[in-house]
């Protein structure tokens, strides 16, 4: 029979996937270097092979390291679910979470049927509007969490997730290369417009509006339609959609943070159950941050 795995082994795992580095792997963990390699060739004679390769001073995973990293999060995940089912199991009440429709429709159905099966007796309310006007609503003791892109304007958030930024065309569409480049935006202000536009601008492509949505709904209808090109975060890319690069002469785009912030009201256990249930499950994903200080991206005005 074979040995059962240890939690830390995997623990240390999808640490050092996050950060590719050893050293901020033992840092984040409070172990040394030779203490983390151990626990990786633990993790890889248990696997039965290799869970990375190097590409010059790269961490690269392998394929069968993909498939483990991904039982790993899984098992990492509903080991966090049991803990906060077994700490806190009489919690009830309402919880009230705001965020933008594109988090609401690709981030947050695993979020919330997981919490559902750790809280039964917690109903969730969610709103979507644009992050600014969540914003507001938290001020105003309206919503109890709010789930939005970072931005300098926002203080005092948790940042949770980083999303990376792509450009998406309609599959069989060549209208990217049109000149000027018809895009499919968010409303002005808003974080994803201001990263495209301005890295359109840094490499001297021109480029007109041909769509603006305050809705994801409304950047997909003019991708699939075949009359735009759109920014989103990878995580909302569908089938039908294809992601642009540098060969076909659009520029590499940064990532945004994913922030979490609290209502300064009276103290809601379900409110705070739910924000770190949030927080772990992020910590266990591929968008799980570099870092856990929480910068904002640069950019002004208000934005998704």
Known sequence: MPAPLDLRLLQAFIVLVQT???????????????????QLQRLEHVTGAPLFTRVGRKLVLTDHGEVVLGYARTIMSL???????????????????GTPDLYAAYLLPAILS????AYPNVNVELRCALSSKLMSALGQDEIDLAMVTGMPAFKNGELVAQEQLVWVT??????????????????????????GLAALERIGRTWRLSCVSE??????????????????????V????????????????????????????RPNPAAEAMANFIVRHFANSPLAPMGRAAPTQAGSGSHE
């Open 79 to 97: 080991q966090n679910e049991l803990l906060a089912r077994l700490a806190e199991p009489k919690i009830d009440g309402q919880v009230i979470l």
């Open 215 to 236: 809705s994801i709904g409304g950047l997909q209808a003019a991708v699939f339609a075949g009359i735009a090109v759109s920014v989103v975060g990878r995580s909302s």
């Open 20 to 38: 590719g580095s050893f050293s901020e792997t033992s840092r984040r963990l409070g172990r040394t270097q030779p203490a983390v390699s151990l």
């Open 114 to 117: 997981d919490f559902r099966r």
């Open 238 to 265: 569908l089938p039908g959609m294809r992601e642009l690069g540098r060969s076909d002469s659009f520029p590499t785009l940064p990532k945004v943070d994913l922030m979490l912030y609290r209502a300064a009201r």
């Open 170 to 195: 309609g599959e069989t569409s060549a209208v990217h290369n049109e000149n000027p480049v018809p895009l499919a935006m968010l409303p002005p202000g808003n974080i994803f417009r201001d990263f």
